[in-house]
């Protein structure tokens, strides 16, 4: 698949990647945010994309616009493990939690890139993109405890990461929720920490003037119908430690 455009207005435009994933990996979406002559990639992802990742990006750039900002919004090697390419072959500077600007590195950084990183504290910031602003807000705990989504004011998407994550269906775009809720549930149980943090989050959420909710895995939501039913259900669902029960025992023998 194209690079698929999901919003675009004036010098604006926000591109999906081809899912690159391959064999044994787990399907992860890049997300690309263009203003002017500034980009942001979102969640580059491990080595098995690194390639062809760079590659489309830099036909979708074409010479007008440069990778300024690579934005992680977490540790996981499916966002992660190819930061060393990521920041040898560009000049852009690497967002990433600060509770996680150490651990990193242990995925082999260069010395000469290191200075490249820059951590990002619990209550967030906004990344200038040539003019245009957009917002790393706090999701901690969906799932990692050092965590942000991206939300970008311009075409009102929100960027939600690991939260919303889907995998095995067929489509890039959730047209019946209900039926979509077998692909999405059985990971936010046990990958979410607790309702507390999603509470937190719908709370955080619906003050937003959101279009678009789109995850690093799997379908994307549209339309605001769509977006509220996503924030409702995120809100009431039980997850990790009041969904599990009896973890903490000594595993049985044989
Ligand atoms: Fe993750
Ligand atoms: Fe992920």
């Given at each position: 698949m194209p690079p698929m455009e999901i919003f675009s207005s004036g010098g604006h435009r926000n591109l999906l990647l081809e899912d690159?994933?391959?064999?044994?990996a787990v399907q992860a979406n890049q997300h690309l945010i263009v203003h002017g002559k500034a980009a942001m990639l979102l969640d580059p992802g491990g080595h098995k994309v690194y390639a062809k990742a760079r590659s489309e990006i830099d036909s979708i750039l074409?010479?007008?616009?440069?990778?300024?900002e690579l934005f992680l919004s977490h540790q996981d090697p499916d966002i992660c493990a190819a930061l060393n390419g990521w920041l040898m072959t560009t000049d852009a500077r690497a967002r990433i939690p600060s509770l996680w600007s150490r651990f990193v590195t242990h995925f082999g950084v260069d010395r000469l890139v290191a200075d490249r990183i820059e951590p990002v504290e619990d209550a967030g910031t906004w990344v200038d993109l040539d003019g245009c602003e957009v917002a790393l807000i706090p999701a901690h705990f969906l799932h990692s405890c050092g965590n942000f989504q991206v939300y970008d004011p311009v075409s009102k998407i929100l960027y939600t990461g690991d939260l919303g994550a889907s995998l095995g269906m067929d489509y890039w775009w959730v047209e019946d929720f209900d039926a979509h809720l077998k692909y999405m549930e059985g990971f936010h149980r046990r990958y979410m920490t607790a309702n507390a943090a999603m509470q937190g989050w719908a709370t955080l959420a619906r003050t937003l003037d959101i279009e678009m909710i789109c995850p690093q895995h799997g379908a994307m939501f549209r339309g605001r119908d769509m977006v509220k039913r996503f924030i409702d259900w995120v809100a009431q669902l039980d997850v990790g430690l009041d969904y599990?029960?009896?973890?903490y025992q000594m595993p049985v023998k044989g």
């Amino acid at each position: 698949m194209p690079p698929m455009e999901i919003f675009s207005s004036g010098g604006h435009r926000n591109l999906l990647l081809e899912d690159f994933g391959h064999g044994l990996a787990v399907q992860a979406n890049q997300h690309l945010i263009v203003h002017g002559k500034a980009a942001m990639l979102l969640d580059p992802g491990g080595h098995k994309v690194y390639a062809k990742a760079r590659s489309e990006i830099d036909s979708i750039l074409r010479g007008t616009a440069t990778l300024t900002e690579l934005f992680l919004s977490h540790q996981d090697p499916d966002i992660c493990a190819a930061l060393n390419g990521w920041l040898m072959t560009t000049d852009a500077r690497a967002r990433i939690p600060s509770l996680w600007s150490r651990f990193v590195t242990h995925f082999g950084v260069d010395r000469l890139v290191a200075d490249r990183i820059e951590p990002v504290e619990d209550a967030g910031t906004w990344v200038d993109l040539d003019g245009c602003e957009v917002a790393l807000i706090p999701a901690h705990f969906l799932h990692s405890c050092g965590n942000f989504q991206v939300y970008d004011p311009v075409s009102k998407i929100l960027y939600t990461g690991d939260l919303g994550a889907s995998l095995g269906m067929d489509y890039w775009w959730v047209e019946d929720f209900d039926a979509h809720l077998k692909y999405m549930e059985g990971f936010h149980r046990r990958y979410m920490t607790a309702n507390a943090a999603m509470q937190g989050w719908a709370t955080l959420a619906r003050t937003l003037d959101i279009e678009m909710i789109c995850p690093q895995h799997g379908a994307m939501f549209r339309g605001r119908d769509m977006v509220k039913r996503f924030i409702d259900w995120v809100a009431q669902l039980d997850v990790g430690l009041d969904y599990l029960t009896n973890l903490y025992q000594m595993p049985v023998k044989g």
